[in-house]
């Protein structure tokens, strides 16, 4: 791919990854792979949205930072050794489905394929 391409479709990347997104009430994924086993893991967490919109825990009522370390229980660990059978585990298999939210489910989809390319060329993974 040309350089200026590529710089120009990651800043189109950038800026949207800036863009305000409302929280799925059902929870939040933390994404990371697992190169010794060569997986794609996402650990499922538990969360309430209050009324100014922020994801506090259910347990505590504390609201939930978006950076920084979190001491939390994830609730599942969903694995898979491609985006795709993460997303049918998930999405399709799992009944209820953790994911209330199209956008949700559509941003997951692009980190597991993101998560996928790193497993495969060795390239560092860091969520969106």
Not at 7 to 33: M, T, V, W
Not at 88 to 112: Q, S
């Amino acid at each position: 791919m040309n350089l200026r391409l590529e710089e120009n479709l990651a800043a189109i990347d950038d800026k949207l990854s800036q863009r305000h997104i409302d929280l799925d009430p059902a929870g939040y994924f933390i994404i990371y792979l697992d190169r010794d086993a060569g997986l794609i893991c996402a650990k499922h967490y538990t969360n309430v949205i209050d009324e100014r919109g922020l994801a506090v825990d259910p347990e505590t009522g504390k609201v939930i930072p978006a950076r920084g370390k979190v001491e939390r229980t994830h609730t599942v660990l969903y694995t898979g050794r491609t985006a795709k059978e993460l997303c049918v585990k998930l999405l399709e298999e799992t009944k209820p489905c953790p994911v209330t939210m199209f956008d949700h489910a559509a941003y997951l989809g692009r980190e597991f394929v993101r998560a996928e390319s790193a497993l495969i060329t060795g390239a560092e993974y860091v969520q969106d």
